[in-house]
């Protein structure tokens, strides 16, 4: 690995991924053995601390992030583009809670590029909100007579960061914060990954697969659990 610096500034071609373990998307959270990757700008940001306090005090930063140092282990890469290491050199990709802040031809990408960077017989696992779920409680609110069930949808599905906020403070969120773009159940993202050239795909459940370390990469639970899915693609 390339010699440390602060969060970003490690450029990603600078590490093999020959065997490496990939996560994507990994927030501020640098599990050991992994390349941990993630596009936010706020590795940088987290350590200037009057600007973390002005972005907190403005509601741009919930208190959680305001409290949050981002490990630098953590490279910023944008993830949109494609990812800079060699075909058939990853064993296993992670990542959670990432792929649905993308639109679907740009997650289509990103799965191809995965495809592309593993290893044959490595795993691609992904957990990602389940659009069923929210359905499901939509379905249930307008049943027992709730005139705000459709909205109440809407913003479970996290389409928009900004509400009623004011044009600056939109600006500035928009800055730091990607909303959902698209939106899965199990079967779509199946079909996404069978279209990428994914096989076999099936489902799993929390901690339970052949990703490596999912006891400790692994971290959402609870409520996450329960409206998320677990799914581990294989390159054969």
């Keep these: 690995m390339a010699p440390e610096g602060p969060a970003g500034n490690i450029r990603p071609t600078q590490i093999s991924a020959e065997g490496a373990q990939l996560h994507l998307g990994s927030g501020p959270y640098a599990e050991p053995g992994w390349i941990n990757v993630d596009k936010s700008r706020t590795p940088a940001i987290s350590?200037?601390?009057?600007?973390?306090?002005?972005?907190?005090?403005?509601?741009?930063?919930?208190?959680?992030?305001?409290n949050t140092i981002w490990p630098?282990?953590?490279?910023?890469?944008?993830?949109?583009?494609?990812?800079?290491w060699g075909d058939n050199t990853a064993k296993a990709?992670?990542?959670?809670?990432?792929?649905?802040?993308?639109?679907?031809?740009?997650a289509q990408r990103l799965l191809g590029e995965c495809l592309r960077v593993l290893a044959p017989g490595g795993v691609l696992r992904l957990v990602?909100?389940?659009?069923?779920?929210?359905?499901?409680?939509?379905?249930?609110?307008?049943?027992?007579?709730?005139?705000?069930a459709a909205d109440e949808l809407v913003g479970s599905l996290f389409y928009t960061a900004y509400g009623d906020?004011?044009?600056?403070?939109?600006?500035?969120t928009g800055l730091l914060h990607r909303p959902h773009r698209?939106?899965?159940?199990?079967?779509s993202m199946r079909a996404v990954l069978s279209e990428v050239g994914f096989s076999p795909i099936q489902e799993c459940a929390f901690r339970r697969?052949?990703?490596?370390?999912?006891?400790?990469i692994e971290i959402r639970d609870g409520v996450d659990?329960?409206?998320?899915f677990y799914v581990e693609a294989f390159k054969t």
């Design 47 to 66: 350590r200037i601390r009057p600007l973390v306090r002005m972005l907190a005090r403005v509601g741009v930063l919930t208190e959680q992030q305001r």
């Design 72 to 84: 630098r282990e953590v490279i910023r890469r944008d993830l949109s583009k494609p990812l800079p």
């Design 93 to 106: 990709i992670y990542s959670s809670h990432m792929v649905e802040h993308f639109e679907r031809a740009e």
């Design 128 to 148: 990602l909100p389940d659009v069923q779920v929210g359905v499901r409680v939509y379905l249930q609110q307008k049943e027992a007579g709730n005139p705000r």
């Design 165 to 172: 906020m004011p044009r600056l403070r939109r600006l500035a």
């Design 182 to 187: 698209w939106m899965y159940d199990i079967d």
């Design 209 to 216: 697969g052949a990703c490596p370390d999912l006891a400790t």
């Design 225 to 228: 659990e329960a409206a998320s």
